[in-house]
């Protein structure tokens, strides 16, 4: 009997405990669920913020894709050369508008990623907030800690 109640004890005391950092997290919840795909997706821009502007990633983000770029037209000079001048890799008598094709497949990946890269960031913005928005809608508070003890808490608790 006994320990029935100090079961009972432990159980009220972790459940208020639970409520109690859920409800005591609700803003911060909030904040960071609508600004997920921003700290995920763009995280040098908080980087960049946190070292007082002395870090550039726009700079270093053009600095790697302009190596990228010359790694990709360097193997494309090495893969001719020695298919078609040096005779000893691949096919000599392969056409070589299919390495020019590559190549161009190569450069044009390489010059639209940060264009993709935005569409995706875009997609996942837009997913993550119809699903907030969704998940919001089903309870009566426009706070997200609150919806979460109303759906959660009576099932679990």
């Known amino acids: 009997m006994l320990l029935r ?6 159980d009220t005391i972790l459940i208020d405990l639970i ?5 005591g997290a609700g803003e911060l919840l909030n904040d960071i669920l609508v600004n997920l795909t921003e700290i995920v997706f763009y995280s040098e821009r908080d980087f960049t913020s946190l070292t007082g502007n002395a870090l550039d990633f726009g700079s270093i983000f053009d600095l790697f894709l302009n190596f990228a770029v010359s790694l990709i037209i360097l193997k494309f000079l090495k893969k001719g050369f020695d298919i078609y001048i040096g005779w000893y890799d691949g096919d000599k008598d392969a056409n070589p508008l299919n390495l020019a094709v590559n190549f161009a497949r190569a450069i044009i990946t390489a010059l639209s990623f940060s264009f993709l890269y935005g569409v995706l960031v875009d997609i996942v913005t837009d997913f993550m907030e119809n699903s907030l928005f969704a998940l919001v809608s089903l309870g009566t508070s426009d706070n997200l800690a609150e919806v979460i003890m ?3 808490g009576n099932v679990l608790f």
């Open 19 to 23: 409520n109690s950092f859920i409800e």
């Open 5 to 10: 109640k100090a079961g009972d004890v432990l």
């Open 150 to 152: 109303n759906l959660f």
